[in-house]
């Protein structure tokens, strides 16, 4: 009997095969704890801020924990993506999650003392919240772009879906957690489980085949400095991808802002809804997502990448824009749903865009750039959070959600180099 080799099993493996794959599936399984962790320690955050804080400078606050923790990313995103390519990608992941697991340890202590509260305890606990932000900066973009390191090319773009695919549906179930587990343990025990996470990924990275090499072997022998400016060249160079950052920057910027940063008060002072409810509610974004994720799945090696992004960024937009101008919480559901089937349409496609057309030696820090998105949305929360306080978020919403769907009709008519990427 023939056998066959695993070079060519690779080049005929179709879709379903990539489960066969053993590092495929452990990191689907490592997507299944990050997509645990983050809830948990997000929801203890801003419900801790917002019960903490007075009532008049709760917005401001909250604000505040975002820049935090958008300034920690921010800060070292850029680095964490050089890092991922000058260096091997699973050394550098289980680094950082082995730190994190110490980080989240020493915060949940904090917030298990007797008598913590607001004042005084702001400038101890926030610092401690930000490393929360340092860890997503190295995390996110090691962890994506291991997807193009574990599948053959060719299986990139499904390899791509399938990994959102599994963190949407984790995310169901986890953000439904964050806010029950926040009301029902408080903050310092929901805080407490998210060390679990950290320490499981690490054991899965640990059973890894892949090689232990660095994904540009020739980083090592420049400065950090020049590895980070290496990943800007490269958007000056390509439109498409530079378009592909820049629209993923404002649709991130904008809706945080609007959908989370500040959504513990309006959840609380609009809709009248306590963490249990908020929690509900997010099962909509998380819907949505689950059910954008499947389409694309369906759809396998799908085509016009570049028109389906914009599309869904505009989506994206409309979907803001009913959020804020809504007083219903049903209305508010279904705007949640859109905007999560939207935003992972535009989240999917743009890492299918990067993994396909980025040089791998340089993958790592282009995808660190497409999520310093989430460092800018964050970093100007303290922004947000002062002008919602001096003009109401009833009025600063609905005009995010006019500029984000105006710029997104703008880049649509106008970038033809991302809108007709095959």
Not at 256 to 280: C, F, H, R, Y
Not at 286 to 301: E, P
């Amino acid at each position: 009997m023939a056998t066959v080799s695993t070079s060519t099993w690779l080049r005929e493996a179709g879709p379903s095969d990539l489960f066969r794959l053993h590092d495929f599936r452990l990191l689907l399984a490592i997507q299944v704890a990050a997509g645990l962790r983050g809830p948990l320690l997000w929801f203890a955050q801003a419900w801790y801020v917002n019960d903490a804080a007075a009532d008049g400078r709760r917005v401001l606050l909250l604000g505040v924990l975002a820049t935090v923790n958008g300034t920690a990313f921010l800060g070292w995103s850029l680095f964490g993506g050089a890092l991922a390519d000058r260096y091997p990608r699973r050394t550098m992941l289980m680094a950082s999650h082995l730190a994190g697991a110490a980080c989240v340890t020493v915060t949940a202590a904090v917030l298990l003392l007797p008598g913590v509260g607001g004042g005084g305890w702001f400038f101890i606990i926030l610092p401690l919240f930000a490393t929360y932000g340092l860890m997503n900066a190295q995390d996110l973009p090691a962890r994506t772009s291991l997807v193009a390191d574990l599948v053959p090319d060719r299986l990139v773009i499904t390899a791509v879906t399938v990994n959102w695919l599994v963190l949407a549906i984790v995310m169901l179930i986890a953000n439904y957690l964050g806010g029950v587990l926040v009301q029902r343990l408080g903050f310092g025990l929901t805080y407490a489980l998210g060390i679990a996470p950290h320490l499981v990924i690490v054991l899965l990275l640990s059973r890894l085949e892949l090689a232990n090499v660095a994904a540009d072997a020739e980083a090592s022998g420049r400065s950090l400095l020049r590895n980070v400016h290496d990943g800007f060249a490269y958007l000056r160079r390509d439109p498409a991808v530079r378009w592909t950052v820049l629209v993923m920057w404002v649709s991130v910027t904008g809706a945080v802002n609007v959908l989370w940063t500040l959504g513990a008060w309006w959840m609380d002072e609009v809709l009248g809804v306590d963490p249990t409810g908020w929690s509900v509610l997010t099962v909509f974004w998380s819907i949505g997502m689950v059910a954008a994720s499947a389409l694309l799945f369906a759809q396998g090696d799908y085509r016009s990448k570049g028109r389906r992004y914009l599309v869904a960024a505009l989506t994206y937009a409309a979907a803001v824009l009913v959020y804020a101008v809504s007083r219903s919480v049903l209305l508010t559901g279904a705007a949640l749903l859109v905007a999560g089937f939207a935003f992972q349409n535009q989240q999917t496609i743009a890492t299918a865009i990067l993994q396909t057309v980025v040089p791998r030696n340089l993958l790592g820090r282009v995808t660190a750039l497409l999520f310093l998105s989430q460092g800018l949305a964050q970093t100007l929360g303290l922004g947000f959070g002062a002008l919602g306080q001096f003009m109401g978020l009833q009025a600063m919403f609905p005009a995010i959600g006019l500029s984000m769907v105006a710029i997104a009709i703008a880049v649509l008519l106008m970038q033809q180099p991302l809108r007709r990427l095959p």
